[in-house]
């Protein structure tokens, strides 16, 4: 008689997987049958950048010649109140506003890219000469070949053959050190040349038509531009944080890169043309409105944690810097408007210049 004998506890059910708990700072969201990781600080940093939009969007609203409260604003919004309220609101400073929105995030992340594929902090679409090859274009489309001859179709010509110009001209595209500055800077220049060269050959109506391509401003932007930016920012963002990993690895060596498995041809190629649809977008709308691409992506890295390229808060800045810019350029010398690039421009110079003199801080490993 055969005796059957009990199995153990153990070989009766398997145990069950342990959890491995997340990495530090770090949480694990689980989305149907797969898990995110969730960095804590980048998640802070992007909340506390959207409330100051919130914030700074509430008082561009608000503020101006005509002054009102939010409970005004908010009751103009909606169509309500009174009549003049509500066509200074829904007419005037909301598509402002959008645009500023736009353009502000599409130029920092554009800023944001384009310093992580350099490797340089400096090497944004403004300093680099993708700004001024767009506004060559969209000044020719309105000035050299005809009024209005899709200056946004132009000003993404100009970017682009800016962009090729410069990596040709940098010894065949290295995009290390300052060669690659230079260069951009030469190209840039000859750029801005050509503009001031176009500007000096027609009547004066035509020239005052197309100066604010030079200087950058908001006022009086073109409906359609601001459509296809927001189209290209709804697929250029996804498309930047997918290309996130990869990004935190080409900021290290090439070696160090291609061993990590980036395809460092590929990947370059995917970033200079992200970089390039949104510098050329946001000047078909703005001009080349100067160190938005400069000061976002330094408030957002010196907010952000240093592990990761920090895209989303770049876009998160650099629209929050273009609010409070247009609205200062708004209310500084009322009722006469400052445009928005001058306003950069004299707070990114003396930025700019705290970058290249403060030291380096050397990290031991």
Known sequence: MSETLPLSPRAAAPAAPQAVPPPPGRWRLALGGRH????????AVGLLLLAALLVASLAYLCLGQQWLSPVGAWAALCGEGDAMAAFVIRELRLPRLLAAWLTGAA??????????????????????GIDNGATAFAVASMVGLGTSLAPSAMALAGAATAAAVTFG????????????????????????????????????????????????????????????????LALGWPLAVALSRSLSLMRFSDAVARGLGVGLRRRRAQVLGLSV????????????????ALIGPEIARSLASPRGVPLTASALAGALVMVLADLVGRLLLAPIELPVGIVTAVVGGPWLLWILLRPVKRTST
Not at 110 to 128: D, K, S, V, W
């Open 107 to 128: 130029l920092a992340l554009a800023g944001c890219l384009m310093q992580t594929l350099a490797r340089n902090r400096l090497a944004t679409p403004g300093i680099i």
């Open 277 to 292: 649809l949104l510098t050329a977008l946001a000047v078909a709308v703005a001009g080349p409105v100067g160190m938005v």
């Open 169 to 232: 001209v940098a010894s065949g595209g290295d995009t290390r050190g300052y060669r690659f500055i230079v260069a951009g800077i030469g190209v840039g220049a000859v750029c801005g040349a050509v503009t001031q060269l176009l500007l000096a050959r027609v009547d004066i109506d035509t020239a005052n038509a197309a100066y604010p391509w030079t200087v950058g401003t908001l006022n009086a932007r073109p409906a359609g531009a601001v459509t296809l930016l927001a189209l290209g």
């Open 36 to 43: 995110v990781l969730v960095e804590r600080r980048a998640l």
